[in-house]
C-alpha cells in the first residue's frame, strides 16, 4: 500500500508550524549568549523580556526522572552558562524586525568548565547553589565476576552529534489571559508530555493547555526539547498575544545536541567464551540535564551484554555538569554508542583470538528466545544465529575491511526510570475510533507523525481489519485533546500505538455484532463479521450497510453510536527489583550490519557494500520499514564518518551550521541492501516489533570494526567521528602494529 500522506507533502500541501497565521501574531527572536560562563547584563527595552522581569510567572523547567537536578529557568539569570544560552527574548510584527533588533546584552566573561574529567574535581562549579559538578552518581552490578579470565580494555570516546530534521523546531503559542488557557501549536513529538511540563512551568491547570501538532518535518528525538515551547509560551504570556517562534538551523546545531560520552570499558573472556563486560562511563550532560536524563544512560544497560549469553555485568557512571548545552535524545536514545563499546570488542576478541568476528559471535549468541537475561530484559523473540548467516551470506565476500555488528531494539521502552526510584510513568497509548452511518472510519490517535507513515500504516490495519476501502479510513494525529498517550519515540509506535489501533476495533466489532442483533431481533452469537462482510439471519451484508441500518433502526436516545475507545499499555514491561533488574522494552528486534570498506591514502573510508538483515518481526508495510532501515542507516554512517560537535578551550561550539556540521548527502550515502527475517513477537497482538531506531544504532560499531579489520589492529582508543585525520594517526601507529 502506497502511503496515503505522500500527496500532499510531494506537491506542497502540507501543513507545518510555519504555516500557521494567526490574527495578531508576533515573532519572536531569542537573545542567546555569546559566552560559555559570563556575567551579563540586559538593557531595557520595551520589546524585551528577561527572567528577572518574569520570575513570579515562571517556574524551573522540569525533569521528570534525575534523582537532583540544578534549576533551568526559562531564560538565564544573572549568570549565563553555555554559548546559546537564551538570555532574553525580543518580540516584533515580522521577522525582519526581529533580526533587525540591536544587542541589548553587555557581557562579563568567567573561565568556563569545559572539561568533564577536571569538572568532576569540583575546584569550579558551574551551579554554586548545587554544591557539585557531579549530577548524576551510580554503579549497577549484575551476576558474579568470574574468578579466571583474560581482559581487553579500550576507551571510547562519543562526541556530540545533532539530529538535524529538515524541519527544525517550531511553535506558536497563544495565551488567553481571559481564560488563563495556552494553545500551543509545536512539532514537538511528545505533545502529552509537554502538555504537563508547561503546566509546571507556568502554574497553568493542564485541562487549560492544548498542544496541537501539525505536519513535521522529522524528528529524531531533537524534537523532544522542551525549551522552544517554553520561550514561545513566555513570550506569548508576556505580551498577550500568540508568538510564533521558528529555530534558525544554527540555533538548532548549538542546542540540540545527543549523547556526550567517554568509555572506558573491558570485555572479559576465556578461550572464545564472553563471560562479561565492566564498563565506565562519564556522561556530560552540560549546564542542566534535559528534561529526560538520566534516562539515555538507564537505556543503554541491557545493549552492554546484548545478544550474548554472558553472566556478569558491571557498569558504573557519572553524569557531569560543564559550559555546554544540555544534552538530549538522539535517534537510538543512548543505544548507538552501548552498541559500539560491546560490538566492538567482540570483534576485537576474535582478532586477539585469530578466529572470524561472525564465529565467536556464533559461540556465544543466545539461542532460543524468550530469554531473560542478567540485566532483566526479556527477549521476546529472534534466531540470532540465523540472522547473522543470512547476513554473512549476502556480504561481499573476500579481502579485508570487513566490519560486523549486531543490535536488538527495543520497541516500547520507559519502565527504566524506575531504576532512579522514580514510579512507573504511564507509558500507554490511547485511541478513539468512529464508524458513522455509510461505514467509514475516523481514527484519533494523541501522538503524532514525523513522516514516518503513521496515517498509512493506521488506516492499513484498519482497512484489512474491517474489510473496508483504505480511502474510507481518516487518521486524525497529533491532538492532547484526543485520547491520552505519551507521545511519538522509542519505536514505540508499532507496538503500542497500532496495537491500540488493533484492540479498539475488537471493540468496535463486538459492539457492531451486539447491535446488529438488535437490529435483527437475534442472539449476537448468530452474527459474525470477516472481511468487512457481516452474516446474520443467513444473509450478508456489507459493513457499510449494517452501520446504516444500525444508526436508524437500533440507535436509542443515550447511545452515541458505533464509537470506542482503548487504551494500549506497553506488554511485557514491569519495574526494577531489588537487584535492579527490570524489563524495560515490550519487544526486542534485531538490527545486524555488515559493511565492507576501503581506506583511501587521504584517510578517506570509502563503503564498498552495506547488508542490512532486519527482524522487526511482523511487517504491516515492507516500504515503509524498508524506509525507516535507509534513513537511520544513513545517519549512522553520517554519525560513524562526519558529524560531530566538538567545543574548544572557552566553551566555544567549533561546528554551528552545515557548512562545518557535516551530514551525508547522497554522495555520501553508500547503496544499501536490505534483508529480512519475520520472527512475530508473542506480546503485541499483530506480532509487530520497533524499528525506527535500529538503523541507526549499529553503523558507527560495524564501521569502526570494519576499520580495525582493514588495518588488522586492535585499537586502544576510539573516537567517534572517525575523522580522516584519525585515519591517518591509525595509519602511522601501524607501521609497526603488532599483528594478530
Known amino acids: 500500500m502506497r502511503r496515503v500522506e505522500d500527496p500532499k507533502f510531494l506537491t506542497g500541501k502540507g501543513k507545518f508550524v510555519d504555516d500557521i497565521q494567526l490574527p495578531g501574531m508576533l515573532y519572536l527572536g531569542v537573545i542567546r549568549s555569546q559566552y560559555a560562563r559570563a556575567k551579563f547584563y540586559v538593557k531595557s527595552s520595551e520589546n524585551v523580556i528577561t527572567q528577572e522581569e518574569v520570575m513570579d510567572l515562571t517556574n524551573p523547567l522540569p525533569n521528570f526522572f534525575a534523582p537532583k537536578a540544578p534549576k533551568e529557568y526559562p531564560l538565564a539569570y544573572k549568570e549565563a552558562r553555555y554559548v546559546g544560552e537564551p538570555i532574553a527574548l525580543v518580540t516584533a510584527r515580522d521577522r525582519y524586525e526581529v533580526e533587525d533588533a540591536e544587542e541589548y546584552v553587555e557581557y562579563e566573561p568567567l573561565p568556563p568548565i569545559v572539561d568533564p574529567i577536571k569538572a568532576m574535581e569540583d575546584k569550579e562549579l558551574v551551579h554554586e547553589d548545587f554544591g557539585t559538578n557531579i549530577a548524576y552518581d551510580d554503579a549497577f552490578v549484575y551476576g558474579d565476576e568470574p574468578n579466571d579470565y583474560e581482559y581487553l580494555e579500550k576507551t571510547f570516546r562519543i562526541n556530540r552529534i545533532c539530529p538535524s530534521p529538515i524541519e527544525t523546531n517550531g511553535v506558536i503559542a497563544d495565551y488567553s489571559p481571559a481564560e488563563n488557557s495556552l494553545t500551543v501549536y509545536a512539532n514537538t513529538q511528545v505533545p502529552q508530555v509537554f502538555r504537563t511540563a508547561l503546566s509546571i512551568v507556568f502554574n497553568i491547570p493542564r485541562s487549560k493547555i492544548r498542544i496541537i501538532v501539525p505536519d513535521s518535518g522529522g524528528g529524531f528525538g531533537g524534537k523532544i526539547f522542551l525549551k522552544p515551547l517554553v520561550l514561545a509560551s513566555l513570550a506569548s504570556i508576556v505580551t498577550k498575544r500568540p508568538v510564533k517562534y521558528i529555530e534558525t538551523r544554527t540555533e538548532n546545531i548549538m542546542t540540540v545536541q545527543g549523547p556526550d560520552r567517554i568509555y572506558k570499558a573491558r570485555i572479559l573472556y576465556k578461550g572464545d567464551k564472553l563471560l562479561g563486560m565492566d564498563v565506565f562511563q562519564i556522561e556530560d550532560f552540560g549546564a542542566y540535564l534535559h528534561t ?363 561546528q554551528i551550521n552545515f557548512s562545518d556540521y557535516l551530514i551525508p548527502s547522497i554522495l555520501e550515502s553508500p547503496r544499501l541492501r536490505i534483508f529480512h527475517t519475520e520472527t512475530p513477537s508473542p506480546f503485541t497482538p499483530l506480532g509487530t516489533k520497533g524499528v525506527a531506531e535500529g538503523g541507526a544504532t549499529v553503523p558507527v560499531a560495524a564501521i569502526v570494526n570494519a576499520i580495525e579489520d582493514y588495518f588488522n589492529v586492535n585499537l586502544d582508543y576510539i573516537e567517534v567521528p572517525i575523522t580522516p585525520e584519525f585515519i591517518m594517526e591509525v595509519m602511522k601507529k601501524t607501521l609497526d602494529r603488532p599483528t594478530y
Open 292 to 654: 529526560y536524563q538520566p534516562l539515555p544512560i538507564l537505556r543503554q544497560i541491557y545493549h552492554l551484554t546484548g545478544a550474548y549469553d554472558m553472566k556478569f555485568l558491571r557498569f558504573k557512571v557519572k553524569g557531569v555538569l560543564t559550559n555546554k548545552p544540555p544534552t538530549g535524545p538522539y535517534r537510538g536514545l543512548g543505544i548507538p554508542p552501548a552498541v559500539l563499546v560491546l560490538e566492538n570488542l567482540v570483534s576485537s576478541v576474535a582478532r586477539k583470538l585469530g578466529i572470524g568476528q561472525d564465529e565467536i559471535r556464533y559461540k556465544n549468541f543466545i539461542k532460543s528466545t524468550p530469554f531473560t537475561t542478567i540485566t532483566g530484559a526479556v527477549y521476546d523473540s529472534g534466531d540470532y544465529t540465523n540472522s547473522l548467516r543470512l547476513l554473512m551470506k549476502e556480504i561481499k565476500q573476500g579481502g579485508r575491511g570487513l566490519g560486523i555488528a549486531f543490535a536488538l531494539e527495543p520497541g516500547s521502552s520507559l519502565a527504566f526510570q524506575s531504576l532512579v526510584g522514580k514510579g512507573r510513568t504511564p507509558y500507554y497509548e490511547g485511541v478513539y475510533i468512529k464508524m458513522d452511518s455509510g461505514g467509514e472510519v475516523t481514527v484519533v490517535v494523541s501522538t503524532n507523525s514525523m513522516g514516518t507513515g503513521h496515517e498509512t500504516s493506521i488506516a492499513q490495519v484498519v482497512s484489512e481489519d474491517l474489510g473496508i476501502p483504505p480511502e474510507n479510513v481518516r487518521v486524525v494525529l497529533g491532538d492532547t485533546d484526543g485520547p491520552p498517550g505519551t507521545g511519538f519515540y522509542g519505536s514505540r509506535f508499532s507496538v503500542v500505538t497500532i496495537s491500540a489501533v488493533y484492540g479498539a476495533l475488537q471493540k468496535l466489532k463486538e459492539k457492531i455484532r451486539e447491535l446488529t442483533a438488535k437490529a435483527f431481533n437475534v442472539e449476537k452469537d448468530e452474527v459474525s463479521i470477516e472481511k468487512g462482510i457481516v452474516k446474520v439471519n443467513g444473509k450478508q451484508y456489507k459493513i457499510g450497510e449494517i452501520a446504516n441500518i444500525i444508526y436508524n433502526k437500533v440507535i436509542i436516545d443515550g447511545d452515541i453510536g458505533l464509537e470506542t475507545s482503548y487504551v494500549m499499555k506497553s506488554p511485557n514491561v514491569n519495574v526494577a527489583d531489588d537487584k535492579r533488574r527490570v524489563n524495560f522494552s515490550s519487544t526486542y528486534g534485531v538490527n545486524a550490519h555488515a559493511v565492507r570498506i576501503k581506506v583511501e591514502d587521504t584517510g578517506e573510508v570509502k563503503v564498498l557494500d552495506y547488508v542490512v538483515l532486519s527482524d522487526c518481526g511482523n511487517m504491516i508495510n515492507p516500504v515503509i520499514v524498508d524506509g525507516q532501515i535507509m534513513g537511520g542507516t544513513i545517519m549512522g554512517v553520517g554519525a560513524s564518518l562526519m558529524e560531530g560537535v566538538k567545543y574548544d578551550e572557552n566553551g566555544n561550539p567549533l
